[in-house]
């Protein structure tokens, strides 16, 4: 069992930014697969970015150049860097972690970007 915790969200304005931590439970949080997820009002749940056990790292064509997802494995804890922040990046945000057929999920953390 991984228990994902979320943090950094907030109220941010257009062009501003904000860091997302996920912290996982377990000591073997460094051969996980882990990514960040979004889901707006309204709308089915997206990929945001990925980051596999390797470090290679995937992005959705919409946050490319703004967002960064990096990982520390020594502090069991994924984050995302979020830049240029738009209104349409308004979303709650999840953390997931998988291996092989093990999937986890966080709580989520809101972010929103308003003027």
């Known amino acids: 069992q991984v228990q994902l915790v979320e943090s950094g969200g907030g109220l941010v304005q257009p062009g501003g930014s904000l860091r997302l931590s996920c912290v996982a439970s377990?000591?073997?949080?460094?051969?996980?697969?882990m990514g960040w997820y979004r889901q707006a009002p309204g709308k089915q749940r997206e990929l945001v970015a990925t980051?596999?056990?390797?470090?290679?790292?995937n992005y959705a064509d919409s946050v490319k150049g703004r967002f960064t997802i990096s990982r520390d494995n020594a502090k069991n804890t994924v984050y995302l860097q979020m830049n240029s922040l738009k209104p349409e990046d308004t979303a709650v945000y999840y953390c997931?972690?998988?291996?092989?057929?093990?999937?986890?999920w966080g709580q989520g953390t809101q972010v929103t970007v308003s003027s």
């Open positions: 997931k972690s998988s291996l092989g057929g093990q999937i986890y």
């Open positions: 980051i596999r056990s390797d470090g290679w790292v």
């Open positions: 377990g000591r073997i949080f460094s051969i996980y697969d």
